[in-house]
């Protein structure tokens, strides 16, 4: 069996040397080059070159903003108009949540209904879940409501519901539209993959800053781009579902004489349903992780909460409403999963009996909601959670984190210290020295080592584009920030994944772990880091790590477990020790998911760092915040790019090299 680094794609001895001593040399001498020639092109992209594309963006949307017309309308006239429909929906789901309903009557506003009571909509989930699944999923989906209660988020996790119940079937709807029509249409199909990879790459933070510029600042605002956010999922996963419903029952539909709309609403995309739920989960949790972000033009809820927290250094009121977001989270993503894995069968319904015999549930959820109703002008604590029953924890993890800070501080202060000495700083001297120019070279000869000459144009192109706006010097603090990051994070996740494919009790803790590190709002990662590390590049890695750190262990076990067992037979035949066929068989079969899996991890650290940029890190996610703070369009919208052609340029590099493993595998022809 050959070794690991037989599987590595291009490994050429020289060419990787080369490239590598030649690059440290510049970047340590870059500065003697650009003193003894005096050309200082070298280290900085020449101004009078520079592409004034943020000058441009800026100019075209404020153009779209006072100027453009369709004839009938203008476009300003446009957005309102899909802020009016999206506010309509969502200023009902308000009131019946948490406002109530009311009319205006002169300068007052009179209350016709109050909305319904924390116990009518903790029992209409509950009923939703014993649908949908059992009494097991109904109690979970009820405990983690209930908790929401009794912990004093009543009230933010209802606004940040009624956000979740606009934008989920806004965002599922408008992904299987558009599913459908790349689906028939497979110019169509070619045309939108390219958009959809750009929507997934490019910061969340930089979808606020047109928006915001477009829609201005509140509720809808935030709404347009969470919907904007979470949607491009679904349309991938509807394309696939389609794709995958089988020729035979496609057959069928034809037999029977269906059109092509009936062939589509009524027998493909029923049979493609459970697949698309899986979208519809993920529309859920992108909507969630989107609340806290989104908090910053106008979204409230549980995000502003978190929000605002981190900017008063609250710890405990952070904690307290990042796990209230991820209590939410838990019940909203298990319920989706049951209705996508439910059956028409799972619940049989004798039809001659009586509607509510037939309807337990429903007529369950009517009747107490009329009784809470009622009875809410007597007991007010029907209506509403009494505050004199909620737990606060906020003092029980401020005085933690408080007595953490006091006994180790100077223990996190030697750690900071000696990983800022000797890794963070020399890796950052390291990026920050690489001229423009080599970089672009660099960039171009590995993309044509991994992939060819298609990799090492586009490769090439973005690189130098990325100069070419005057961001060479925050895209090397972006990927030396990111470099760091995933490697720790590999570093810690492939051994933890790899352990955890071995042994089904690790494998239990670790997933556990890992499942709570994934709905934990990424906001929630930077109030701790902050209080133990204060801000700067260190707590920014900290943060990213764990947020990323993921896919690294998910894949590391899925390619140990996935191992053909006659492979491993056959070693332990011939006589290997457990150590060998590890190191000799397992990962070397397993090279391609850990490329994948590093590919992931990298995609969560740039998507991290860019709201790290509020712990004080100095790369491109502050480029994008400032220009959130300031509405500049031109700048949010050029960082942002920025961001997405490094994204980019990591997946195409690392999915060619995944690819040219596969294929000396005998895995792929």
Known sequence: MNRLHAYIPGRSGWFWLTLFVVTWALSHYSWDLYKGLDARWIIKYPAAY???AETAISQFMQWLVEDA??????????????????ELPYDFMRDLLIDGFSVGLGNQAVEIAPSLSWIAVIVTLTAMAHYARDWKLAALVGGCF???????QWQSAMVTLASVLIAV???????????????????????LRPILDLMQTVPVFAYLVPILFLFGFGPVAALVATIIYAMPPMVRVTIVALHGVPSEIRDVGVMVGCTKRQMMWKVIVPSAAPTLMVGVNQVIMLTLNMVIIASMIGAGGLGFDVLSAL?????GGGIEAGLAIVVMAIALDRLSQAFASRTADTHPVDPDRNVVARHPWLATVLLVAICTYLLSGILPGVQSYPDAATISTGSIWSDLMGY????????????????????LLPIKRFFTGIPWAWGIIAMTLIGWRMGGIRLALLTGAMTALIAAVGLWDKAMITVYLCGVSVLIASAIGIPLGIFAAQNDTTNRVVGSFIDTLQTLPSFVYLIPVVMLFRVGDFSAMIAVVLYAMAPAVRYAAHGIRNIDPQLIEAGLVSGCTPRQVLWRIKLPMAVPELLLGLNQTIMLALSMLVITALVGTRDLGQEVYIALTKANSGQGIVAGLAVAFIAIIADRTLSAAANRVRKNMGLER
């Open 404 to 423: 953490i800070n006091v006994h180790f501080f100077d223990t996190f202060e030697a750690v900071k210290t000696v990983f800022l000495t000797y890794l």
């Open 146 to 152: 209930l908790y929401l209660a009794v912990f004093g």
């Open 50 to 52: 520079l592409l004034k």
């Open 69 to 86: 017309t369709f004839g009938l309308f203008t476009f300003r006239e446009f957005t309102r108009f899909i802020a009016w429909l999206i």
């Open 311 to 315: 900017r008063r250094l609250d710890i």
């Open 169 to 191: 079937p806004i965002g599922s709807v408008g992904g299987l539209l558009l599913g459908i029509l790349a689906y028939r249409m497979p110019a169509f199909e070619a045309m």
